[in-house]
C-alpha cells in the first residue's frame, strides 16, 4: 500500500501596473506579485488583478511566469485534513 500521494499543480505568478492620478498627475504603480492557481493567459491574468484591485481598475499585466511544482503529503495526513465529498 502506497504511503504518500503526491501531485504536481502550475501556478502562475502575475506582476501587474495600475494607472493612478496622484497630485494631478498619471503615475504607474507596481501591484504586489500575484499568485493563481492554473497556467493563467494575459486575459486570464487581467482578470485576476482586477478581482483584487477592483472591476474598474486600470491594469495592465507586465509579466506572467508560469511553474509547475510536485507535492507530497502522507496519506495519514491526507485522510485527517481531506474533506470527504458525498456522489
Not at 12 to 17: A, D, H, L, N, T
Not at 39 to 45: I, L
Not at 62 to 86: L, Q, R
Request: charged content about 35%; overall charge positive; glycine content about 6%.
Amino acid at each position: 500500500m502506497r504511503n504518500t500521494i503526491t501531485r504536481t499543480m502550475a501556478t502562475s505568478e502575475i506582476k501587474g501596473f495600475m494607472m493612478k492620478v496622484v497630485e494631478g498627475k498619471p503615475t504607474v504603480v507596481e501591484l504586489p506579485v500575484l499568485t493563481v492557481t492554473g497556467k493563467a493567459t494575459e486575459k486570464d491574468a487581467i482578470k485576476e488583478l482586477k478581482k483584487v484591485h477592483g472591476k474598474d481598475a486600470n491594469v495592465t499585466v507586465g509579466t506572467i511566469e508560469c511553474h509547475e511544482d510536485t507535492y507530497e503529503i502522507s496519506v495519514e495526513d491526507f485522510m485527517k485534513y481531506a474533506k470527504k465529498v458525498e456522489k
